[in-house]
């Protein structure tokens, strides 16, 4: 109950970012403002999504995750619905990127991490993933209603008002339903045998998420996880999920099609990260990266000789490939840092997760200024494409954790 709790709140989340690449060519055709520019608002976007990530981790142990869930999705949905009234540049960063950009960071992947580490200890591996799923599905399957939202009578701000409303609905089914440790209710984790008492509060949550990023970086497993996930922030979210509609527009391809595509990217993201998250339990994470990132390299090497003004064969080749990897990276990510930082692991795994989100910033001002520049994101794709050849071999470098390691990552904190 708890984990599709948090898959619906994950989802919600997800729908205010699920707009940026469909409602591009929207606010430029209205606004007149350029790719970078918006490409700019979404960096700060990504940005803070990752950045409040281990911070807001820190502060689901001081304060609770209900708490704070709540209150990240009225952030997404004032953030949201105020973007209805914007008139200037400077207004869609304050709102698209620093209002949803802390809201959706504080319900992300650490949120991910927490609800795994505190509730499961078998079974781990494939809640992640279907968790992870969540996130980054909400955002793609809502691409196509966002889509044909943007091209209707109310245009644009028709969509940003129902993602809004979506964000607003989860609100209650988190403050009335969902708990926070599983001595709550007086049952043990999954896979446990005994009842295990929740922790004591922590104390300053800056200070203790600093504390915890102070001790990891001094670690050669962190900078290689970090450093892999800032690659595969960079080559999904902030240029696929980013410039992917925009890009396929410019092969003559209409905005809603490529909108199909990436929800189509979505399912079968669903299907790949939960396969990942079971092969996660049962098969060393730094191998299961390494193949993940030769995959989405190829697949992103190939993109730019795919599009084309219709859907093709090879095109939904790329979309089943791509789509199957699309995170499909996170759950033995989220292993590999329970294995080396264990207790710890939830807000070490937060700053992983903001290192991606920066690489996701960069990728989507960079790609921006390269469309503006060049007059195709060619470029783009192929520089992400040997980018993820380079994590995979960065994920091998992780050196495996020692046994007692894996087995104090396993008791609860």
Known sequence: MIAGIGFVALVGAAGFRSTPGALVEPLQDEFGWSSGTIGFAMSVNLALYGVTAPFATALMERFGMRKVTAGAMALIALGSGLTVYMTAAWQLVLLWGVLVGLGA???SLGFVATLGTRW??????LVTGVLSAGGATGSLIFLPLVAALSESAGGWRSAAIVVSLVAVAAVPLVLF???EHPADLGIP???????VAPPPPTGNAARHALAQLGSAVRTQPFWFLAVSFFICGATTNGLVFTHFIPA??????PRVTAAGLLAAIGIFDLVGTILS???SDHIDSRILLAVYYVLRG????????????KVTGF???FVIFYGMDFIATVPPTIILCREHFGASAPVVFGWVFAAHQVGAAFASTLAGIARDSFGDYAPAWYTAGLLSIGAAFLSMKIRRAPVESSAEALTPA
């Open 277 to 279: 998250g079971w092969l």
């Open 177 to 179: 339903f969902f708990r």
């Open 105 to 107: 960071g504080s319900i």
């Open 315 to 317: 095109m939904v080749v």
């Open 120 to 125: 499961f200890v078998k079974r781990q591996g």
């Open 298 to 309: 190829v697949s992103l090497l190939v993109l730019p000789q795919v599009f084309d003004e």
């Open 248 to 253: 396929a527009h410019d092969h003559g391809m």
């Open 189 to 195: 984790p999954f896979g446990a045998e005994e009842v």
